[in-house]
């Protein structure tokens, strides 16, 4: 598969790069790329919530009423979950939610989510560019360029650029990453996939 090369006016090049089958032609595996997807956002999760049980919440101990002779039924301290302000049954308790998975499912979904990209004609190549300081206005005006307004986009590079990366915080619907830390949740969210020249060298490597 060959693709043109754009700059970051949204000029072709004239160059192209050539995408091996391996890793941008494969066939979508769903499964793979709902269990990476899956993970991904749970290993996102806090798990921080807790609500107090009766042993934890502020009251006495002291029986509130007899035992026996009330005509209603028997009742312990006033920390007692049936009542107002006592402790909570089978509340919340901090937990982790994260999860492991083999090295090579994941693999198979960063390749199935970028071949679905590809396939769709979702999936666009640009040269190589950096900012000496970070600079919105200027990573805005590619992303017009490019004619992807008001589209979530995902730019690729291949090593960690701070100045680009601080560039397109500030710009809704635009997220950057680098080949290294990619992962498949952040390619199935975007609606077009961008990568750099730097990226596809080293997704090869990477994904190979």
Known sequence: ?????????????????????????VEANEHAIYLDVKQHLANKRQGTSKSKERGEVAGSRKKIKKQKGTGTARAGDIKSPIFRGGGRIFGPKPRTYSSKLNKKVKSLARKSAISVKASAGNLMIIEDFTFDAPKTKEFASIISSLDLNGKRTLLVTGEVDKAVYMSSRNIQNAVVANSTSLSTYEIMHANTLILSEGAVDKLKTILA
């Not at 598969?1 to 032609?25: A, C, E, Q, W, Y």
């Open 1 to 25: 598969m060959k693709i043109d090369v754009v700059d970051i006016k949204g000029n072709k090049t004239g160059r192209s790069v050539d995408l091996p089958d391996n890793i941008f032609g």
